[in-house]
């Protein structure tokens, strides 16, 4: 390098870098170790048994960490007057009480951490009065019953709020009208109810997490200013149901988490609004029924979570008209492996995907799994229902179907789907016979893979490309 550039270099970048390691340096509390790092005056004082804030801290300070140290107080101006700090990390103390105003002199403040403050349990409406510029604020495991209603009004630009692991009942009221925030974190706490106007006015909102309270309702519109919505999480609750419009206007949601709660039915109208959902979780619910068309409108998704219900049927209609999906969790669920779910296991073997749907009855295929359940025809072509038997073993001497290629079993999918079908007790006295499946070589090749959007295979049904139903995405 050209000796005069160098020389520039060192007086444009680096007098002032030593300048500034040495101003760091200079007002060091003892029990803390400073350095200059790229984002500026790094303070450390964690784990240094501290019972208060040390009195002076480097004026050009841009971060201070004083977890895991047994503060009790924050007085007025607990930390002076701090140009430059952007980042203040005060978790793991026994802070009990924060003197409004404590913050004060912070104005470039962006970062509070408070989490893990077990004795905090209230807070003053003026504790984070002057923070204008704080993004992110974390209030989790403080044991707090609740937050004043003031308590974020003064900070216009906070988009993050963490505040999991309390003792709330409601979604606190301070968070209505916060326009700006996008990001917020309510789990682990005693919340009841997300109410029609909990989430008022917030339009930017993009994840919300409500997961392990004890919301036992959703109320109609509870959502309705939350189009902005991406992740939206309410499982482990104890919501046994939900309006039709719960999700309503929800068109940027892309993971829906209801696992883990008590719905006993999943309703057409939940999910329609849903057009870029790429992940829903229904596990672990009490799900009997799920309506035809419930799933009609996710034309992005990316996998269903159905395992843990009382599922004994899944028609295919719930799908209609047919986009389908990467990943389908089915297991634990007392599959009733019958005529009505044929389709699901030529699914699931075109797919090649490996998926546990164990069968609990008829008594003829109990404890099989649907894949190995060998669908029987009449003479005209009919699949024949597994009779119900006390056994648990499919009888023997029928030669299993012979192995056919994946097109063929798209094709046999689609003459099952088209072919009527009729209940038990009329075939009973034809002759089983086992079908041709003639269909196959007189169909157009239909089934086939499409790379879906974001990389994911999305299988195609037959029937759409038969019916000339447009597929457009993206
Ligand atoms: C925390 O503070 C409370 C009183 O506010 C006190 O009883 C408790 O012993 C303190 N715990 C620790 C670990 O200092
Ligand atoms: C949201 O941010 C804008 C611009 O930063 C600010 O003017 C506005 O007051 C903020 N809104 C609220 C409710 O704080
Ligand atoms: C699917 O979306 C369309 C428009 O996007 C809507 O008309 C239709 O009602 C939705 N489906 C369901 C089941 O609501
Ligand atoms: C299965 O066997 C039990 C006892 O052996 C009998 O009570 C029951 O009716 C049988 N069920 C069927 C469907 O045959
Ligand atoms: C079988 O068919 C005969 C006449 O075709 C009828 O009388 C009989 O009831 C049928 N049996 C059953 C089990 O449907
Ligand atoms: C199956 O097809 C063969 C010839 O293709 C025919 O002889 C036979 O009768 C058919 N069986 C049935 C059950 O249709």
Same mark, same amino acid.
């Given at each position: 390098?050209?000796?005069?550039?160098?020389?520039?270099?060192? !007086?444009?970048?680096?007098?002032?870098?030593?300048?500034?390691?040495? #101003?760091?340096?200079?007002?060091?509390?003892?029990?803390?170790?400073?350095?200059?790092?790229?984002?500026?005056?790094?303070?450390?004082?964690?784990? /240094?048994? *501290?019972?208060?804030?040390?009195?002076?801290?480097?004026?050009?300070?841009?971060?201070?960490?004083?977890?895991? @140290?047994?503060?009790?107080?924050?007085?007025?101006? =607990?930390?002076?007057?701090?140009?430059?700090?952007?980042? *203040?990390?005060?978790?793991?103390?026994?802070?009990?009480?924060?003197?409004?105003?404590?913050?004060?002199?912070?104005?470039?403040?962006?970062?509070?951490?408070?989490?893990?403050?077990?004795?905090?349990?209230?807070?003053? =409406?003026?504790?984070?009065?002057?923070?204008?510029?704080?993004?992110?604020?974390?209030? /989790?495991?403080?044991?707090?019953?609740?937050?004043?209603?003031?308590?974020?009004?003064?900070?216009?630009?906070?988009?993050?709020? #963490?505040?999991?692991?309390?003792?709330?009942?409601?979604?606190?009221?301070?968070?209505?009208?916060?326009?700006?925030?996008?990001?917020?974190?309510?789990?682990?706490?005693?919340?009841?109810?997300?109410?029609?106007?909990?989430?008022? +006015?917030?339009?930017?909102?993009?994840?919300?997490?409500?997961?392990?309270?004890?919301?036992?309702?959703?109320?109609?519109?509870?959502?309705?200013?939350?189009?902005?919505?991406?992740?939206?999480?309410?499982?482990?609750?104890?919501? =046994?149901? *939900?309006?039709?419009?719960? &999700?309503?206007?929800?068109?940027?949601?892309?993971?829906?988490?209801?696992?883990?709660?008590?719905?006993?039915?999943?309703?057409? #109208?939940?999910?329609?609004?849903?057009?870029?959902?790429?992940?829903?979780?229904?596990?672990?619910?009490?799900?009997?029924?799920?309506?035809? +068309?419930?799933?009609? @409108?996710?034309?992005?998704?990316? /996998?269903?979570?159905?395992?843990? @219900?009382?599922?004994?049927?899944?028609?295919?209609?719930? &799908?209609?008209?047919?986009?389908?999906?990467?990943?389908?969790?089915?297991?634990?669920?007392?599959?009733?492996?019958?005529?009505?779910?044929?389709?699901?296991?030529?699914?699931?073997?075109?797919?090649?995907?490996?998926?546990?749907?164990?069968?609990?009855?008829?008594?003829? !295929?109990?404890?099989?799994?649907?894949?190995?359940?060998?669908?029987?025809?009449?003479?005209?072509?009919?699949?024949?229902?597994?009779?119900?038997? @006390?056994?648990?073993?499919?009888?023997?001497?029928?030669?299993?179907?012979?192995?056919?290629?994946?097109?063929?079993?798209?094709?046999?999918?689609?003459?099952?789907?088209?072919?009527?079908? !009729?209940?038990?007790?009329?075939?009973?006295?034809?002759?089983?016979?086992?079908?041709?499946?003639?269909?196959?070589?007189?169909?157009?090749?239909?089934?086939?893979?499409? *790379? +879906?959007?974001?990389?994911?295979?999305? &299988?195609?049904?037959?029937?759409?490309?038969?019916? +000339?139903?447009?597929?457009?995405?993206?």
């Amino acid at each position: 390098m050209n000796t005069f550039l160098l020389l520039l270099h060192l !007086v444009v970048l680096g007098l002032p870098r030593t300048w500034a390691t040495e #101003a760091c340096l200079r007002a060091c509390p003892t029990a803390c170790t400073c350095s200059s790092v790229e984002r500026g005056c790094s303070v450390r004082c964690d784990r /240094a048994g *501290l019972q208060r804030v040390p009195t002076e801290f480097p004026c050009k300070a841009a971060s201070i960490d004083l977890d895991r @140290n047994g503060l009790r107080i924050l007085g007025e101006r =607990a930390f002076g007057t701090l140009p430059s700090l952007r980042r *203040l990390s005060l978790r793991h103390n026994n802070l009990s009480f924060i003197t409004p105003g404590a913050f004060k002199g912070l104005p470039r403040l962006a970062e509070l951490r408070l989490a893990h403050n077990g004795e905090l349990r209230y807070l003053h =409406a003026r504790t984070f009065a002057a923070l204008g510029h704080l993004r992110r604020l974390d209030l /989790a495991s403080c044991r707090l019953f609740s937050v004043p209603e003031r308590l974020l009004a003064e900070l216009p630009a906070l988009r993050e709020f #963490a505040a999991f692991d309390n003792l709330f009942r409601h979604v606190p009221a301070a968070l209505r009208g916060l326009e700006n925030l996008t990001h917020v974190h309510l789990e682990r706490s005693r919340i009841e109810a997300v109410a029609s106007n909990s989430l008022q +006015g917030l339009r930017r909102l993009r994840a919300l997490s409500l997961q392990a309270n004890r919301v036992r309702a959703v109320h109609a519109g509870a959502f309705y200013d939350c189009g902005a919505l991406e992740h939206l999480l309410l499982n482990d609750n104890l919501l =046994a149901a *939900l309006p039709a419009d719960a &999700f309503r206007g929800l068109h940027l949601l892309r993971t829906l988490n209801l696992g883990g709660n008590a719905l006993g039915q999943v309703a057409r #109208a939940w999910f329609a609004d849903l057009g870029e959902l790429e992940l829903l979780y229904l596990d672990r619910n009490s799900i009997t029924f799920v309506e035809e +068309g419930a799933f009609q @409108n996710l034309s992005g998704l990316l /996998a269903l979570h159905l395992n843990g @219900n009382h599922l004994t049927v899944l028609s295919w209609a719930a &799908f209609q008209p047919g986009f389908f999906l990467g990943h389908l969790f089915l297991f634990r669920n007392p599959w009733h492996c019958d005529c009505h779910l044929e389709w699901l296991r030529d699914w699931i073997e075109g797919s090649g995907r490996l998926t546990d749907v164990p069968c609990s009855s008829p008594g003829s !295929v109990a404890g099989l799994d649907l894949s190995q359940v060998v669908f029987e025809r009449s003479s005209s072509g009919l699949c024949v229902d597994p009779e119900e038997l @006390n056994l648990t073993v499919s009888s023997p001497g029928l030669s299993p179907e012979p192995v056919a290629t994946t097109m063929s079993r798209f094709s046999s999918l689609l003459s099952k789907l088209l072919a009527p079908r !009729v209940p038990v007790e009329e075939e009973a006295n034809s002759t089983l016979v086992l079908s041709n499946t003639s269909l196959s070589d007189n169909i157009p090749s239909c089934g086939m893979w499409v *790379l +879906g959007h974001k990389g994911t295979i999305l &299988f195609i049904s037959c029937f759409l490309l038969i019916y +000339g139903v447009g597929l457009q995405r993206d």
